[in-house]
């Protein structure tokens, strides 16, 4: 599978000097549009050297930096497509089940090759942190991954909130979330314009946010802390979450672990009320 431009970033950032990296950031702020900007225009966006912008398309694999753009243009025209015009696409199998299997593990696999063990290990010691409270909220199909992500961490630690319902209701929630909060946001293509008004504000109040999100990047990357690009593109109409609800899964095992006692009195005291 080719990696989009973002994971090839996330693989290669630790390893840039700074100016790359400073390069590097602000096109994941603005993605991909910062990149189909002139090359002065990326440099002046980025504070850096023409040739700094040059030689970070060059580590990223590129020949040049019109086969860059080239490749976030491809990029934005995956993000951008409906379910309808998936379902016209002739590499669908019309519901084969082995490609669609087939599909749903390389998804698997090439989500965990572009997630560092650090990385896992950082999000899961903030969503074990105790000094503040843990909002989640998803779209319209990925909703159910925060519910239940929700359903879990709430057994084990308190002050856990999955917010559903309007988006009116969403918002009133704001006035109780601050620097100590956590808000973890769920939104693949084509994605959510409220999710993404909410996640602005909730920035601009110092909620740190943790993005889970497909390998195109909500533009909600901008506002977060933590991104979590998964693979959902399947031989189908539709985009799967499959990937993503594994990451999911292995996060909520790592929090446990990190929450060993106290989760487990937490555990026994529920029992106890049933």
């Given at each position: 599978m080719i990696s989009s431009i973002a994971e090839l970033i996330s693989d290669r950032i630790d390893a840039m000097p700074a100016g790359e990296r400073r390069a590097a950031q602000t096109l994941i702020a603005n993605y991909p549009l910062t990149g189909l900007k002139t090359v002065a225009e990326f440099s002046a966006a980025a504070g850096v050297s023409s040739p700094t912008i040059l030689r970070f398309v060059a580590r990223l694999g590129f020949q040049n930096y019109p086969e860059f753009q080239s490749a976030l243009q491809d990029e934005l025209a995956a993000q951008l497509q409906s379910p309808a015009s998936r379902t016209l696409n002739p590499n669908s199998t019309g519901g084969a089940v082995s490609p669609m299997l087939e599909a749903t593990l390389d998804n698997m696999r090439e989500t965990f090759r572009h997630l560092t063990d650090k990385q896992l290990a950082d999000i899961a010691a903030r969503l074990a942190e105790r000094r503040g409270k843990t909002f989640l909220i998803?779209?319209?199909?990925?909703?159910?991954?925060?519910?239940?992500?929700?359903?879990?961490?709430?057994?084990?630690?308190?002050?856990?909130?999955?917010?559903?319902?309007?988006?009116?209701?969403?918002?009133?929630?704001?006035?109780?979330?601050?620097?100590?909060?956590?808000?973890?946001?769920?939104?693949?293509?084509?994605?959510?314009?409220?999710?993404?008004?909410?996640?602005?504000?909730a920035h601009q109040r110092g909620v740190q946010i943790i993005l889970f999100t497909d390998q195109w990047l909500s533009p909600i990357a901008r506002f977060a802390r933590h991104v979590i690009a998964g693979r959902t593109a399947v031989p189908s109409a539709w985009d799967s979450s499959a990937a993503l609800f594994v990451v999911v899964e292995t996060l909520i095992g790592a929090v446990t672990s990190q929450l060993e006692a106290a989760g487990a009195k937490r555990i026994r005291d529920l029992e106890s009320l049933r």
């Open positions: 998803g779209g319209r199909f990925t909703d159910p991954l925060a519910r239940y992500m929700a359903a879990h961490l709430a057994i084990i630690q308190p002050d856990v909130y999955h917010l559903a319902g309007q988006e009116s209701i969403w918002r009133d929630r704001l006035i109780d979330m601050g620097k100590r909060d956590v808000l973890v946001i769920f939104d693949i293509r084509r994605y959510q314009e409220s999710l993404i008004r909410f996640a602005e504000k």
